[in-house]
C-alpha cells in the first residue's frame, strides 16, 4: 500500500502569459514513493494533457527526475511538461529572490537529459527553452493521402501545400505530420478518431498522433497553425504540444529547404479550442542540416495545492 503523504502540486497554464489559456499542466512536487499505478491513476485524476511527478536526479548536477503521463499512458518526452517544470521548479527555488534571474537547469526524462533555460522577470509571466534532446528524424512509411483527408473529413485538394506532404516525424514522440491548404481548412476539419485507426501506421508500438499545420495564423506573430488530435492518450484534443513542434522543426527545414543560419519560427494552437497557445522554436541550420533547435514559452501558475495521498 503507497503511503499517505500530503505532497505538493501546483497547476500551470503553459505556452502563454495569460491565466486559462495555453495548455494546462499538473506537477507533483513530491512524488517519491508512489507506484508506476498511483502515477497513472492519479493523472486520469487530474484529467489534464499532462502531469508531471518530479523526483530526485540520480545526477547531484541535474535539477530534478520528471516521470510524465497523459490520462491514458506515460511519455518518455513531452514539450510543455519540460517548459511548466522548468519554470515551476526555478520560480519554486528562488521565490524570494525578488527580482530578474536567468538560470540553467538539466530535467531527467525517459528521452535523456533535458537542458533548459530559464527567464523568471518581476511582473511578467517566466519564459523557459530547452534543447531537443534528440532531433527530429523522418519515419519513412506509406501514407495514403486519401484516407488522411476522409479522416479529416477534408478534400484531397486540401491535404498539403507547397512542397509539404504528409509525412512521420519523431524527436521522441512520433507524430504523423499533417500539413493543409489554409487555416481555414485547419478550422473546419473534423477528426474522426475510427478513421484515423484505419488509416495511421504504428510506429515504436503506438498508433501515431494527428498533428496538423498549415502557414500562417490568427495571431500575426504565428509563422504556422496547428492543431494535434493525440491517440490513446485519454484526451480528445491538445491546445499546445512541444513534442510535435519537435517533430515539425524536421519537416520544415526538409520542405522548406531552409538556408543556413539561425530560424525563429512561432507556432500557434490551442485556437479552436479556446485556449490559444504559443510555441517557440528555434532552428539553427548548417550545411542543411538541423545543428540545433530549441523549443520555448511562458507559463503561468493558476493553482496550488496538496494531494492527499
Request: some cysteine; proline content about 6%; overall charge negative.
Amino acid at each position: 500500500m503507497e503511503a499517505r503523504l500530503a505532497r505538493s502540486y501546483s497547476v500551470y497554464d503553459v505556452f502563454t502569459d495569460s491565466k486559462l489559456a495555453g495548455n494546462p499542466l499538473a506537477i507533483i512536487f513530491d512524488a517519491e514513493g508512489l507506484s508506476d499505478q498511483a502515477m497513472q491513476a492519479i493523472a486520469r485524476e487530474m484529467n489534464l494533457s499532462e502531469t508531471v511527478f518530479v523526483l530526485p536526479s540520480q545526477n547531484p548536477a541535474h535539477t530534478a527526475s520528471l516521470r510524465i503521463f497523459t490520462p491514458g499512458r506515460e511519455l518518455p518526452f513531452a514539450g510543455h511538461p519540460t517548459v511548466g517544470t522548468a519554470i515551476a521548479l526555478a520560480e519554486k527555488a528562488h521565490a524570494n529572490h525578488g527580482g530578474d534571474l536567468d538560470l540553467v537547469s538539466v530535467l531527467d526524462e525517459r528521452v535523456g537529459p533535458v537542458r533548459c533555460a530559464i527567464k523568471l522577470r518581476q511582473n511578467k509571466a517566466s519564459f523557459a527553452e530547452f534543447d531537443l534532446p534528440k532531433k527530429s528524424q523522418e519515419i519513412l512509411l506509406p501514407l495514403d493521402r486519401a484516407d488522411i483527408a476522409n479522416a479529416l473529413s477534408l478534400k484531397i485538394t486540401e491535404i498539403g501545400f507547397e512542397n509539404h506532404v504528409p509525412s512521420i516525424w519523431s524527436a521522441g514522440v512520433p507524430f504523423l505530420l499533417v500539413p493543409v491548404h489554409d487555416v481555414g481548412a485547419a478550422e473546419r476539419l473534423e477528426f474522426d478518431l475510427q478513421l484515423w485507426e484505419k488509416t495511421a501506421p504504428f510506429v515504436d508500438g503506438a498508433l501515431a498522433s494527428a498533428f496538423i499545420y498549415c502557414r500562417g495564423g490568427v495571431n500575426h506573430v504565428a509563422k504556422f497553425h496547428a492543431r494535434m488530435f493525440p491517440v490513446g492518450m485519454g484526451i480528445v484534443e491538445d491546445p499546445a504540444t512541444g513534442s510535435a513542434v519537435a517533430a515539425l522543426s524536421g519537416a520544415i527545414n526538409q520542405f522548406d529547404a531552409l538556408p543556413d543560419g539561425h530560424h525563429p519560427v512561432v507556432v500557434e494552437q490551442g485556437i479552436e479550442m479556446g485556449r490559444p497557445s504559443l510555441i517557440h522554436l528555434h532552428l539553427d541550420i548548417n550545411g542543411g542540416l538541423i545543428a540545433n533547435a530549441r523549443i520555448g514559452g511562458q507559463a503561468v501558475r493558476v493553482a496550488s495545492g496538496i494531494l492527499e495521498l
